[in-house]
Antibody, heavy 119, light 106 residues
Framework: QVQLQESGPGLVKPSQTLSLTCTVS??????????WHWIRQPAGKTLEWIGR???????SYNPSLRSRVTISVGASNNQFSLNLDSVTAADTAVYFC???????????WGQGILVTVSS | DIQMTQSPSSLSASVGDRVTITCRAS??????LNWYQQRPGRAPKLLIY???TLPSGVPARFSGSGSGTDFTLTIASLQPEDFATYYC?????????FGQGTNLDI
């Protein structure tokens, strides 16, 4: 059974970089035909897709965030990361990582991590 | 970006009721439409993918239909655990986009 777990700081100062890691257990990021996604959800609002990385390392980002986002796979091949630069209060949200198929749906999600941007 | 519009935004119902939620895409997404259920403080749970396919473990009272731009999620007989927020998502093209959600309460 695949499990995902987000980790990282819960508080980030404005203009700094938000850095989160998703640790995958029960499977390897480098095996299988899967996409690994980051999605966020501000309080009381809908979900926003941030971007994804494929098993082979190819990435795709939301154009609304592309200039500030980097998704990468860690050296251990059971972690992938999100970096979001120059954050503002509008980036305050619960951040989820998920595993998606090539068809597009995400059946496995992390529990989510609340990140607050505040000085 | 493809815009996803759900209706209604909120819905009150009772245990045993049959409810239908609709989702409309701003352009055709074929059958690349997924439905998620989210309870407060929890991650979304995949209910339906490919417009009408139930993942293993999802009760058969949930069903989905549609293609192109118009889709529906139906819950045949509401159970207490079904009171939650439901989101549609298109995975036809990036950026993947979600509807605004339908809050189903008692």
């Amino acid at each position: 059974q695949v499990q995902l777990q987000e980790s990282g700081p819960g508080l980030v100062k404005p203009s700094q970089t938000l850095s989160l890691t998703c640790t995958v257990s029960g499977g390897s990021i480098g095996s299988g035909n899967y996409f690994w996604h980051w999605i966020r959800q501000p309080a009381g609002k809908t979900l926003e897709w941030i971007g994804r990385i494929y098993t082979t390392g190819g990435t795709s980002y939301n154009p609304s965030l592309r200039s500030r986002v980097t998704i990468s796979v860690g050296a251990s091949n059971n972690q992938f990361s999100l970096n979001l630069d120059s954050v503002t209060a509008a980036d305050t949200a619960v951040y989820f990582c998920s595993r998606g198929t090539t068809v597009g749906e995400s059946a496995y999600w992390g529990q989510g991590i609340l990140v607050t941007v505040s000085s | 970006d493809i815009q996803m519009t759900q209706s209604p935004s909120s819905l009150s119902a009772s245990v045993g009721d049959r409810v239908t939620i609709t989702c409309r895409a701003s352009q055709g997404v074929s059958r690349s439409l997924n439905w998620y259920q989210q309870r407060p403080g929890r991650a979304p749970k995949l209910l339906i993918y490919g417009a009408s396919t139930l993942p293993s473990g999802v009760p058969a009272r949930f069903s989905g239909s549609g293609s192109g731009t118009d889709f529906t999620l139906t819950i045949a007989s509401l159970q207490p655990e079904d009171f939650a927020t439901y989101y549609c998502q298109q995975s036809y093209s990036t950026p993947f986009t979600f509807g605004q959600g339908t809050n189903l309460d008692i």
